[in-house]
């Protein structure tokens, strides 16, 4: 079937590309740059950083850009028959520009998605991650910052105090200004530096770490800009039931009674920050995993407001994916066991020994990934987690969760049996005596190339778009009645005569 070929095709390409294709599938391909990032994607996915698919996106989608169009599309097709399409699977440019054949499209990259599968499994992710990459030092992260001298900007170290206030622009405009944009440029840098430096000690008040969030991340600049947006989200009728049916399921299992820091105004609290944010991202809703994460913060900031801007903030830092479909969740927990068996191959070794085949390490790292880390660990982990999380990015979840495995490796290892292997790895995080210095100081000692990290998410994300393409693929196929054949679109339009300018897949521009 057209239709099921299609699902299949787009489904693909999105989880790889790891965002949505708007609109008409087969129009949004038209101008040839959706295919030529595809293309640069399943590159570095099969270990081939150093090749790129050229396109020309600005000329392309211009109404004038016919040529820019068609040479994009020639550069598609070009990289297809590198990969192993067969030419009788490629479309032609025409296919697309003249005389639309989506069928014929559908083919090229369902024989895309084999020929890159069939390439990429011979060789290992980790083989894969290590081709063509340039090892970037983390001593950034990893340095003792006690120990260790930052390099500072020269221009901060003859800053003056900056008198002018934001009331006080005078000195940002006309003649002169450049002087003052300098030293303003160069309090920030002093300001940055300064919060490094709180966030790796353990002398920062815990009422800071929250405005300190709002910083780094911005929010307290979106919630500027958008004076009473949660306000009114609180006072629209919600649009999904089923999200606010699923939070008030929630809330209440979030944080334990008992916890002295925790209270019914907080649980209202929470229920209206999850219900505003279904509404401001319809897309996603609600997922489990994000009561943890505003719970926190509002311990954090206590503030409805600038909790709600920070979960915006924090689930930008994350891929599309992460809480709509999880596929960004199930890629890092792909990551993670790479990364695992890079640095801790005995354990792997351990745990298939006791008869388990390496899946189970998704029992602690899910909930860590889900929520950040905001569950199961106490509130003074997640504190320093998220410090350096809105510092440094998303990678940081892979260095904790890998400190994580190297606290309880000793304790993995001496398991005598399967059972016991499960309820290890399930109560890591858990302990209450885990020492917050201790754990982001080996945190800090993973020595993990940022690269490393991008291109095992890449790889993984390739080969788990592919599994998922094919089961869907194998389903509509199972589902089509024998006997049934489906006309192609050319003997579709005899039947149907003149062909109407309002199908979408088959007129042209």
Sequence with gaps: MQSSREEVARRWMEMVLGENIHGIFVEALEDGVILCLLINQLYRAVGMKQSSCPFDEKHATKP?????????????????????????????????????????????????????????RQRTPEER???????????????????TKMPISPIVAEAPTLVATFDDNAPFVG??????????????????????????????????????????????????????????????DPINAEAVRQIDADVDRTVAPEDPEWSLDLVDALRNVLVAYAAHNPTLGYCQGLNYVVARLLQCVGDEEAAFWLLERMITMLPEDYYTTMLGVAVDQHVFASLVAQQKPDVLRHIEGLGGFGAELSLACTEWFLTLFASPCKKEV????????????????FRVALAMMHLEHANIVHCHNYGDVLTCLNQMGRNESLDPNLLLRLAQEQDIPTITIEDLRVIHRLELASGIATSVAKHAEAETPRGSAVASPSKRRKHRGRQSSADPLLSSR
């Design 64 to 120: 004038t850009g016919y040529h820019a169009r068609r040479q994009n599309l020639k550069n598609f097709l070009s990289a297809c028959r590198f990969f192993g399409v067969p030419q009788d699977d490629c479309f032609r440019p025409s296919d697309l520009l003249k005389r639309p054949n989506p069928d014929k499209v559908y083919t090229t990259i369902l024989s895309l998605q084999a020929a890159v599968m069939h390439l990429s």
């Design 382 to 397: 997640t504190m320093r987690v998220w410090d350096l999380l809105f510092i440094v990015g998303n990678e940081v979840l």
């Design 175 to 236: 003649p002169g200004s450049a002087s003052a944009w300098t030293q303003l440029i160069a309090q920030y840098e002093m300001q940055q530096l300064q919060i490094s430096h709180m966030t790796f000690g353990d002398r920062g008040a815990q009422e800071l770490h929250g405005q300190l969030w709002l910083i780094l991340s911005g929010a307290n600049v979106e919630m500027q800009e958008n004076p009473g947006h949660y306000s009114r989200l609180l006072a629209t």
């Design 129 to 147: 991650a290590s081709l063509g990459s340039l090892h970037m030092s983390s001593s950034s992260f990893t340095a003792d910052m006690e120990d």
